[in-house]
């Protein structure tokens, strides 16, 4: 039979008080008291219980994180980068998906209330009137990419406009003339900024050329279809710019399948910069978004939230991406085009 706090406060000879006070760390318990106490607890392999130590912190020690899907790379580096900085806060994360829905992302945060003490959110589909209808008062919340503006949430968000605009330009640098976009899903937020950068820096720089535009879905499966339908075209771009690695990597598969020689025939980029993407043949040019630090910091933002003597006013922080040129997109005796800062946007 498992031991219990009596026990280990029989062994110690202490209360069951001053057992609960040591192990909760308090520095009310002299020296000698406590390591009695944790001696008795080893030798016993007494385990604290979880359920009754929350009724007296009003802490679950668990924080809970919505994403709007859980497979690829980009989001297994996101948990692992969140997981990594709760278990150093000694903090667990319960893992929730809404499956790119917004009546499924209002669910999880209804089911998770009450049982963690913070929440991170990364939905592109919701919205503040949402939002304030779900999340219980006083609840610590971060935002991740998620478009809410003026709520009153602290948030954390890639800057996905720049770093499209970035990517394109380079590409227009190296001197691709007819540049082709795999966009992400209708009404997701992370696609239509990359979107926009896409088409701002068209306009910008190629103003005689009108933007080409193949849906995708943020999928291998996508981005392999898209390369197809690239493939069928009578005129063909000369690049193709797809909104994530992921479909990156599928159309890259399409076009080498059929022959067609990247960079040398048509130069291909993405956006995340997943592990994979600098071992795929070509290596992928690509925007870089250090998904793990995101997750992190993240994480070190809701745990501030915690203590009102650290936490500071709510603010959105943006993360600026960085440009990844490998060899995806790269013609023999062209030049990278360098941008001065960030584009109006």
Not at 70 to 93: K, M, P, V, Y
Not at 155 to 171: E, P, Q
Not at 211 to 238: H, K
Request: charged share 25%; aromatic share 4%; proline share 5%.
């Amino acid at each position: 039979m498992a031991a219990t706090i009596k026990d280990v406060a029989k062994a110690a000879k202490v209360s069951v008080a001053t057992v609960s006070r040591a192990l909760n760390g308090h520095s009310s318990v002299s020296v000698e008291a406590r390591k009695r106490i944790l001696e008795a607890a080893r030798k016993l392999r007494y385990v604290p219980h979880s359920a009754a130590r929350s009724l007296i912190t009003r802490r679950t020690q668990t924080i809970g994180v919505l994403l709007p899907d859980l497979h690829g790379e980009f989001f297994s580096e996101l948990i692992r980068g969140i997981d990594q900085a709760a278990r150093r806060e000694g903090l667990h994360i319960l893992v929730s998906s809404s499956h790119g829905d917004a009546k499924e992302a209002a669910a999880a945060i209804q089911t998770m209330s009450g049982r963690v003490d913070g929440l991170l959110i990364m939905s592109p589909h919701i919205d503040a009137r949402l939002l304030k209808d779900t999340l219980p008062a006083g609840l610590p919340v971060v935002l991740m990419n998620t478009p809410v503006d003026d709520i009153g949430y602290d948030a954390i968000a890639i800057d996905n406009y720049w770093g499209a605009y970035a990517i394109v330009s380079h590409l227009i640098g190296r001197g691709y003339q007819s540049i082709a976009l795999i966009s992400g899903p209708e009404r997701n937020h992370d696609a239509e900024e990359r979107a926009r950068g896409y088409q701002d820096a068209l306009r910008e720089r190629l103003p005689n050329v009108s933007p080409r535009v193949i849906a995708g879905n943020f999928s291998e499966d996508s981005g392999y279809r898209a390369g197809q339908r690239v493939l069928a075209m009578r005129e063909r771009p000369d690049a193709i710019f797809a909104a994530n690695d992921t479909m990156a990597i599928g159309c890259l598969f399409a076009l080498t399948e059929a022959g067609i020689r990247v960079p040398q025939e048509m130069g291909i980029a993405g956006f995340d910069d997943i592990p994979i993407a600098r071992f795929v043949t070509p290596p992928l040019t690509t925007v870089r978004v250090r998904i793990a630090d995101f997750g992190q910091q993240a994480l070190e933002r809701l745990v501030a939230a915690f203590d009102p003597s650290l936490h500071v006013q709510t603010s959105v922080q943006t993360l600026r991406a960085e440009l990844v040129v490998r060899s995806s997109c790269e013609r023999p005796g062209s030049t990278s085009l360098r941008l001065a800062g960030r584009p109006s946007g």
